[in-house]
């Protein structure tokens, strides 16, 4: 901090101890005051359980009850946190004495428990009229949600040391009590069932309820049973609550706020004051000379320029609270004010720290006079109210925004840290004017650059630009300038103000995405272009409707239905292909996967099984070499199939399947799934053996191919959907065409996959 006014007005210098030792003052009597509220800290559990304890039996509010407890420990002539102990029933466990080893062989006794030990130790007993607790653990929260083990009972050693905390992401009753806000109940089971937590093998069944005080999160209560406990009473739930509100009280650690001194006379004159004002009261140092002051109260007035609430800063120490505006001007002023008794009014630059604890600079007329040994200090913040203040450079500093001001009159430019930063210039560098900018730009920007300078400085109006600038020494940066002209009352530009922004991260991404957009676009079209060629090539290799199959003794239909999402075009394929010896070979397919690949894949198998079906050899030994085929594809891949070969001769179906779903053979209008012979999905190995199945035949009777899209639900199994399809569906007619056209308006299929038909009839006559 910097003093822009006038020097000391004869304040003793000498008396003034230096500041480092100023601030180890204040450390140390923080520390002391640290010191003594742990000590009451470390009794405050015994005292707040007992007199929630007294509360309870009582039936008297918690102040009573605490009055009570002060009244019985009085009149016994003991101290009230041991009477709150023998209440609760808590012993000391003595350790060794200072000095002492123990001896060897001989394992030290174990550490004494603590007050939330002892707390959880209670819990074991009969609460709100459900049996005793196998198992009371007490967590902290931590920051950030993690929980910290306080104190438990019924927990292993071991136990205890591994759960000693939980990190945030780890599930756990306790963290699903805390997070939902009503709690875990025993009913709840199914919701904490398999989470992790401490004694779960021994106590599985749990109940967890957030302890909460004036609003905080202070922790979880846990509760655990190795047998589950009958239902809760109606009234259990609240008494528990009411409970866990006492036991708040054991894990609020949060030291008490350190009150003012009562006020004195001078509040009349605080309050009087129109400004933002404080109440000092002196602190003496090691040597009795004043060191510090203590803020006993502020004025309603008061804002704090750091953002802080007031009773943050009533209280505390000048040095505590504003250790950098004290320590560089203020606080030296302030004492010779009270060691001289002269009023003092002065401008300051006054330094604050935020909560970040980034420094924000303050312009303000501070004045300051003794009243009654006490001082009272006012300050008028020159530059705007200090909450607009902190705003503005907080938004500042997140938008990383540089401010400049330019005086076109006398030359001065002004810069903040960010404008500096922006140029990759020291804080010491002298400012670049605006009308000197365009030398320090790219030779590509200054065109934009001088037209910007133009536009301010000539025509008196605002104007921005983004160029790439060059920092000494540094790669090129992209900056946004943005100024706007002030004149004077002739009309002539005086004054520039502006801000100046880095944008190259925003430049980068903007490139990136143009980049981005056009390798999509041309992803786009090439993923068009193959689905439009995966569609001509099943709708070439899957004809409407089936060649002629007099020759067999057959009638026959078939159908196709492509996915749902048109991009999603498989290698689902049928056919039918008649023989030279008069019968006919059916077949049906799936090659795996979506696509050109799938299709192109397709229709390599479909027309390699036809060319071998003119061997004359049967479907077992057709799908041996089929597989052959799939493993030797240039891409590989695999697949399922049924191939059948019909004799109209002894009308009997020779027929072999590869992984595929089983034919369906109706007689009389009765569907029946034929049994799996066995064959493994072609693809998968070379030693493939694939089993060759015979069956006569009716005529009338009615054979079903399918692929799998007709029958595939997820949570279904494949044969439960396809009985249902064919009880919906019903006997085929005469129009085998018609009735796949019902099996396919029935179909439940929700896999978004290809589906291929086949269904032929023997023919009523003999060949």
């Known amino acids: 901090m910097d003093r822009t006014g006038p020097a000391d007005t004869g304040a003793p210098r000498d008396r003034a101890e230096p500041v480092a030792d100023r601030l180890a003052l204040a450390l140390r009597r923080l520390e002391a005051e640290r ?31 605490a009055a009570q407890l002060d009244a019985l420990a009085a009149e016994a002539g003991v101290p009230a946190d041991r009477l709150a102990a023998e209440i609760i029933g808590a012993t000391a466990v ?8 123990p001896a060897a062989g001989v394992r030290p006794p174990p550490a004494p428990p603590t007050e939330a030990d002892t707390a959880a130790r209670a819990l074991l007993d009969r609460t709100a009229d459900l049996p005793a607790a196998d198992l009371a653990v007490i967590w902290g929260a931590e920051p950030g949600g993690g929980l910290t083990l306080l104190g438990h009972a019924g927990l292993a050693p071991e136990e205890a040391r591994a759960w000693r905390h939980v990190p945030p992401d780890v599930d756990t009753p306790a963290r699903y009590a805390a997070r939902s806000g009503s709690g875990l109940w025993p009913e709840d089971g199914p919701a904490a069932t398999g989470l992790p937590t401490a004694g779960r093998d021994t106590a599985p069944h749990r109940l967890a309820i957030p302890m909460r005080r004036r609003g905080r999160l202070l922790g979880v209560l846990e509760l655990g049973w190795a047998e589950a406990p009958p239902p809760l009473p109606t009234a259990a739930p609240a008494r528990l609550r009411a409970l866990a509100e006492v036991f708040a009280v054991t894990v609020d650690t949060a030291p008490p706020a350190v009150r003012p001194e009562p006020p004195g006379p001078d509040t ?35 804002r704090d320029p750091a953002g802080r609430p007031r009773h943050l800063i009533e209280g505390s120490t ?7 505006a004290s320590t560089r001007g203020m606080l030296d002023r302030l004492l010779a004010v009270l060691a001289t008794g002269e009023p003092v009014r002065e401008r300051f630059v006054l330094t604050f720290l935020t909560d970040d604890l980034s420094r924000l600079p303050v312009v303000a007329r501070i004045g300051a006079a003794r009243t009654d040994g006490h001082l009272l200090v006012s300050w008028q913040i020159e530059d705007a109210d200090a909450r607009l203040v902190g705003l503005v450079h907080s938004a500042q500093r997140l938008a990383r925004v540089g401010g400049f001001e330019e005086d076109l009159v006398s030359g001065d430019v002004l810069w903040n840290e960010r404008m500096f930063a922006l140029h990759g210039l020291p ?40 160029f790439r600038l060059l920092p000494p020494g540094r790669p090129a940066r992209y900056a946004r300038i943005v100024a706007e002209p002030v004149t004077d009352p002739a009309g002539r530009v005086v004054l520039v103000r502006g801000a100046g922004q880095d944008v190259s991260d925003q430049h980068r991404t903007e490139v990136a995405l ?20 995966a569609l001509r090539l099943q709708e070439a290799i899957l004809p409407p409707e089936p060649p002629p199959l007099d ?4 009638q026959a239909a078939v159908r196709y239905r492509p996915a749902v999402e048109r991009e999603r075009v498989g290698g689902d394929w049928y056919d039918i292909l008649p023989l030279p010896d008069g019968g006919a070979l059916l077949s049906v397919g799936d090659l795996a996967g979506h696509g050109v690949g799938a299709a192109t894949g397709m229709v390599a198998l479909r027309n390699a099984l036809r060319g071998l079906a003119v061997t004359g050899a049967g479907p077992a030994r057709l799908l041996h070499w089929l597989n052959l085929t799939a493993l030797a594809l240039p891409d590989p891949a695999t697949a399922t199939a049924v191939c059948a070969r019909y004799d109209p001769h002894t009308r009997t179906l020779h027929w072999a399947r590869a992984g595929h779903p089983p034919p369906v053979l109706l007689q009389a209008g009765r569907p029946r799934v034929l049994p799996l012979p066995r064959g493994l999905l072609l693809g998968a190995t070379p030693d493939a053996r694939y089993e060759e199945q015979v069956l006569p035949m009716d005529p009338g009777d009615v054979l079903l191919l399918y692929t799998d899209g007709l029958v595939e639900r997820r949570g279904t199994a494949d044969e439960e959907s396809l009985r249902q399809l064919l009880a919906a569906a019903g006997a085929p007619g005469p129009d085998l065409g018609g009735w796949l056209d019902t099996l396919l308006e ?3 299929s929700d896999t978004d996959d290809d589906t291929c038909l086949i269904a032929v009839r023997t023919d009523p006559q003999d060949p």
Request: a negative charge; glycine letters at 4%.
């Open 318 to 324: 000048l040095l505590e609270s504003y250790p950098l």
């Open 551 to 554: 020759s067999a003794g057959l």
């Open 35 to 65: 010191d003594v509220l742990r000590d009451r800290l470390a009794t405050r559990p015994l005292v707040d359980i007992a007199t929630g304890m007294l509360a309870e039996r009582l039936r008297c509010p918690p102040a009573d009850a």
């Open 746 to 748: 029935h179909s439940r």
């Open 94 to 101: 003595p350790g060794p004495d200072l000095g002492e080893s």
């Open 268 to 302: 009349a004159a605080l309050e009087a004051v129109l400004d933002p004002a404080l109440l000092l009261a002196p602190l003496e140092g090691r040597d009795g000379e004043v060191a510090d002051f203590r803020i006993l109260r502020t004025n309603h007035r008061f």
């Open 427 to 466: 804080p010491d560098a002298i400012p670049v004017p605006l009308a000197a900018l365009p030398a320090h730009v790219h030779p590509d920007d200054r065109r934009a650059v001088q037209r910007l300078t133009r536009t301010v400085l000539e025509e008196g109006r605002a104007a921005s630009a983004v």
């Open 514 to 533: 143009a980049a981005t957009r056009e390798r999509l676009a041309d992803s786009e079209l090439e993923a068009a272009q193959r689905h439009r060629l």
